[in-house]
């Protein structure tokens, strides 16, 4: 007899019906986020730029955000920017963050990418 044939429910605060295929709720259904469409990139697309200190324990990084949706040119995006601030970084939920206090440099290169440039 395997586990599965004696699986049981432990613990449910009841809230609706599952996905059948990654088993979330169908509320908040993952199979569906992982397949979503990637966006066209824009011939002109915009980046905001903002510093944020809080919950980082007072180190100051360097947020690019409202980037097309485009999981590849986000990465790529990311890479080309660290290498030319020369810091570490990270793509989260759609954003670049860098480590560092980096407006003006991120303004010349991305200006030079032929982004329009906010913030």
Request: hydrophobic share 30%; aromatic share 6%; with cysteine.
């Amino acid at each position: 007899m395997s586990g599965r044939d004696n699986a049981r429910l432990v613990y449910s605060t009841g809230g609706g019906e599952a996905c059948q295929v990654c088993g979330w709720p169908k509320s908040n259904c993952q199979c569906s986020k992982k397949s979503a469409p990637q966006d066209a990139v824009p011939n002109r697309p915009v980046a905001k730029l903002r510093v944020e200190k809080a919950g980082r324990g007072g180190k100051t990084v360097t947020v690019v955000y409202d980037l097309p949706r485009n999981d590849l040119f986000v990465k790529e995006l990311c890479l080309d920017l660290k290498k030319s601030c020369g810091t570490g970084g990270a793509v989260k939920d759609g954003t670049i963050e860098l480590q560092g206090d980096h407006r003006e440099r991120l303004r010349e290169c991305l200006t030079k990418k032929f982004f329009l440039v906010k913030g």
